[in-house]
C-alpha cells in the first residue's frame, strides 16, 4: 500500500479509513497497469530512435 501513498493516490488515513483492502488492491493494480504501460511506451519510442538512427 505504500505505493498508493507514495503515488499520491491515497493517504494512510483514507486507506484505513475509506478503502476496503479489495478496493486499494484493485486501485494498486491499475497503477501498476499504468506504470507497465508508460514503461512499454517509452521502451517502444526508444527502439524506434535507436532504430531511426542507426543504433541499437
Known amino acids: 500500500m505504500y505505493v498508493l501513498i507514495k503515488s499520491g493516490k491515497a493517504t494512510m488515513r483514507e486507506l484505513k479509513t475509506c478503502y476496503t483492502l479489495d478496493e486499494a488492491l484493485k486501485l494498486y493494480s491499475l497503477i501498476r497497469m ?23
Open 34 to 56: 499504468d506504470n507497465d504501460i508508460e514503461t512499454a511506451r517509452s521502451k517502444e519510442m526508444a527502439d524506434k530512435t535507436g532504430k531511426s538512427t542507426g543504433r541499437k
